[in-house]
């Protein structure tokens, strides 16, 4: 069974950045996507990015050019850098490899 460590959450102010880190217990260059959903309170849980083995990054609506996506093969990690974050941001984060998912982490964008 694949484990997934999600870390990188925390609070920041509002503008700022935080990088959220997937680490996998086997080697990630097998799963076909990877990716990110976020769950507010109140809110269904929606896609933030996705990343395939091989092609294009895909994003939500909401992204609008602030978060990148990527994957370090050798490292076995997914990575999500979030900039200009803003309260709206303010969600679990949970990664996932295939139809694995990680237990998340909270990310609070608050002044």
């Known amino acids: 069974q694949v484990q997934l460590v999600e870390s990188g959450g925390g609070l920041v102010q509002p503008g700022g950045s935080l990088r959220l880190s997937c680490a996998a217990s086997?080697?990630?260059?097998?799963?076909?996507?990877m990716g990110w959903y976020r769950q507010a309170p109140g809110k269904q849980r929606e896609m933030v990015a996705a990343?395939?083995?091989?092609?294009?990054?895909d994003y939500g609506d909401f992204v609008k050019g602030r978060f990148t996506i990527s994957r370090d093969n050798t490292k076995n990690t997914l990575y999500l850098q979030m900039n200009s974050l803003e309260p709206e941001d303010t969600a679990v984060y949970y990664c996932?490899?295939?139809?694995?998912w990680g237990q998340g982490t909270q990310v609070t964008v608050s002044s």
């Open positions: 996932y490899m295939g139809t694995s």
């Open positions: 086997v080697k990630i260059f097998s799963f076909y996507t």
């Open positions: 990343i395939p083995r091989a092609g294009p990054t």
